[in-house]
Nanobody, 116 residues
Framework: QVQLVESGGGLVQPGGSLRLSCAAS????????MGWYRQAPGKQRELVAT???????NYADSVKGRFTISRDNAKNTVYLQMNSLKPEDTAVYYC??????????WGQGTQVTVSS
């Protein structure tokens, strides 16, 4: 089994920055792709960004140029650097681990609120 623990959420003003972290433990050798998703109140969970074990990245159009996903394989940690935050970025952010195309673990979620 894989366990994921997120941290780094909080309240930030529009235009501000936050960095989310997701630490993986357990059967980490089964993980290849990792990603961040988010869910705003009343909306479906949506993809934010993904990163392969080799470092290839993919972003939702809404965050391109503002968010950066990265991973430290030695620390079994994936990060999401969020800059130029907007009120519409407000959501619970979830870390996800995949083996191939299959999700094998979700984190508990961390709240990000962008408000003045």
């Amino acid at each position: 089994q894989v366990q994921l623990v997120e941290s780094g959420g909080g309240l930030v003003q529009p235009g501000g920055s936050l960095r989310l972290s997701c630490a993986a433990s357990g059967s980490i050798s089964s993980i290849n792709n990792m990603g961040w998703y988010r869910q705003a109140p009343g909306k479906q969970r949506e993809l934010v960004a993904t990163i392969t074990i080799g470092g290839a990245t993919n972003y939702a159009d809404s965050v391109k140029g503002r968010f950066t996903i990265s991973r430290d394989n030695a620390k079994n940690t994936v990060y999401l650097q969020m800059n130029s935050l907007k009120p519409e970025d407000t959501a619970v952010y979830y870390c996800n681990a995949k083996k191939g195309i299959y999700s094998i673990a979700w984190g508990q979620g961390t709240q990000v609120t962008v408000s003045s």
